[in-house]
């Protein structure tokens, strides 16, 4: 008789994870609306340099929706990080002058973004302490 393993299923994002994803959204969007948008119409060129950004955003959308694998949003939220700081580097570079409005909402984006990024990355690397803690100790177990 033939021992049969079941096929382990893909560790899928937590709803906290979820709400990470959905909130990193919505600052994003507003992002798009209060700054990259005036942005770009002025140098419609920085549409190049934003192309990386605007796929997280995609994949953020698929956070929030779907099922989506840990080890995916893993790596969307290390590249988040990355964005983060492109973003404020370019906006910094690419506005002469920026209005105090947008020094200010430019701050709390960063902010935020990071906040977000750095809570998800936590989360994911809780769960899979807690994981790998639970396998240990089932195997002491048997």
Aim: with cysteine; aromatic share 10%; hydrophobic share 50%.
């Amino acid at each position: 008789m033939p021992h049969t393993h079941p096929i382990p299923s893909p560790k899928l994002l937590s709803p906290l994870g979820r709400t990470l994803a959905g909130l990193q959204l919505a600052k994003e969007t507003l992002t798009i609306v209060l700054l990259g948008e005036p942005l770009l119409l002025g140098r419609p060129l920085l549409v190049l340099a934003v192309l990386p950004g605007l796929v997280l955003y995609l994949c953020r959308w698929v956070m929030v929706l779907g099922s989506f694998r840990r080890r995916a949003a893993m790596v969307v939220w290390l590249f988040t990080l990355v964005d983060e700081l492109w973003g404020l580097i370019l906006y910094l570079r690419a506005t002469e002058v920026p209005s105090v409005r947008q020094l200010r909402y430019l701050n709390w984006s960063y902010r935020l973004g990071l906040v977000f990024s750095l809570a998800a990355l936590l989360e994911l690397a809780y769960r899979r302490y807690r994981d790998r803690a639970g396998l240990r100790a089932l195997l002491r177990s048997a």
